[in-house]
């Protein structure tokens, strides 16, 4: 393979440098959202809130809700500046189709939603911690597992508050997914077409939930991209990750991970090591929440790293899955250029270790590795880019 003395080409330069730009603007904010919280605790406020939440109400639930609300509230709008020069990035190198007002809903949507889960886990950990003060940690750890299960399930309606997800219309290419599942021996449930050509060009396909609760979505975009082979490769692909138990595994890996954070948390509050709270009054005391949240979104970056390593491993088990049930890797290859073009997503070989994906010129050569041996020599003799993608 040639992959590395590859020149960039010019749709690989152009992805490498947005993603380059992309990969700052989600550090900086990640660096605004510390400065947030900081400069909440700094100036007193987190103090002043809690004084607020239980001079008007004597339930400690609701009291955690306020102070997370008014924590929410502070990150939210700190973090604004960063969440739109995203918005100009895709709008600049043509990825984000749709207008500002589009942007801004979508935006307000998404942080509706944090505020919700994000609000649910600080109560899981905060009742959890008061009520069982030896294991409320490990209950909650539990719990989060089943959240996290819970919007797995739960992502077709989730993506549905954005972009409209509806049973794949189809026929022919419901009824050639349908045959391929049944040869892998393979529970779908609906197959869903996820329309988001209105705000994107990006196309995507994945596979949700576990057991009967499985959905497989695809864009439209990526069935207007790509042809019906390289369709069902990718189809095939994710029908992979079903016959392999990936979800399933990774949702157990990230049980293990939860049960360290909030292990860890948990020594932390009853040794008094949480800085936004200047007493030892264990998970009874709402200073900690900010401080809680910060341990919270650090334990979920580097849990996040573990993640990607199973996640990068299970992405080669199924492309090898893929071209095994199709029984050739010529439409996985052509399929996979066209997703890498439309996404522009792009990493070299160095940076892999933060992407759920493997780099995509490491995917190709093994496709191509797997198509010479099939026979499949003439259709895949294509240099491939030394690019990666963060989809399919
Ligand atoms: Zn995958």
Not at 204 to 223: E, K
Not at 254 to 265: E, N, R, S, T, Y
Request: hydrophobic share 50%; charged share 15%.
């Amino acid at each position: 393979m040639t992959t590395a003395t590859t020149p960039p080409t010019d749709q690989a330069a152009t992805g490498r440098a947005f993603t380059k730009r992309l990969r700052w603007a989600g550090e900086v904010q990640f660096l605004a959202l510390f400065a947030a919280i900081v400069g909440y605790c700094g100036t007193g406020l987190h103090q002043r809130v809690s004084v607020f939440a239980q001079a008007i109400t004597r339930s400690f639930s609701l009291q955690v809700a306020l102070c997370w609300f008014a924590l929410w509230a502070v990150c939210t709008a700190t973090v604004f500046p960063v969440a739109s020069y995203s918005f100009f990035l895709q709008r600049r190198f043509g990825l984000f189709t749709g207008g500002p007002r589009v942007w801004l809903r979508d935006y307000l949507k998404t942080n509706g939603l944090a505020l919700i889960f994000g609000g649910a886990l600080v109560e899981i950990a905060f009742c959890s911690g008061v009520l069982l003060p030896s294991y409320g940690w490990l209950s909650a750890a539990l719990l989060y597992t089943i959240l996290f299960l819970w919007i797995t399930r739960s992502l077709p309606w989730i993506l549905s508050l954005f972009y409209p997800v509806i049973p794949l219309g189809d026929t022919t290419l419901r009824e050639a997914i349908t045959r391929l599942a049944a040869k892998a021996g393979v529970r779908t449930g609906t197959i869903y077409e996820w329309r988001i050509s209105e705000r994107t060009r990006q196309a995507n396909a994945l596979v949700t939930g576990v057991g009967a609760a499985r959905r497989i979505l695809l864009t439209d975009t990526l069935i207007s991209r790509l042809t019906p082979e390289e369709v069902e490769a990718i189809v095939a692909h994710e029908l992979g990750h079903c016959a392999l138990h990936h979800i399933a595994k990774k949702i157990l890996l990230q049980g293990v991970i939860f049960c360290v954070i909030l292990g860890g948390i948990n020594f932390a509050v009853h040794r008094g090591l949480v800085w936004s709270a200047d007493e030892n009054l264990g998970w009874a005391d709402l200073k900690l929440v900010p401080g809680f949240f910060l341990y919270w979104t650090c334990g979920r970056l580097y849990g996040n790293f573990i993640l990607a390593a199973l996640s990068r491993r299970h992405e080669r088990e199924a492309d090898l899955y893929s071209w095994k049930l199709t029984g050739r890797a010529e439409f996985f290859i052509t399929g996979l250029r066209k997703l890498t073009d439309a996404n522009l997503i792009v990493f070299d070989k160095g940076s892999e270790w933060k992407f759920a994906h493997p780099a995509t010129a490491e995917r190709l050569a093994a496709a191509e590795q797997f198509a010479r041996a099939n026979g499949e020599l003439a259709a895949a003799t294509q240099t491939p880019a030394a690019v990666g993608s963060e989809n399919n």
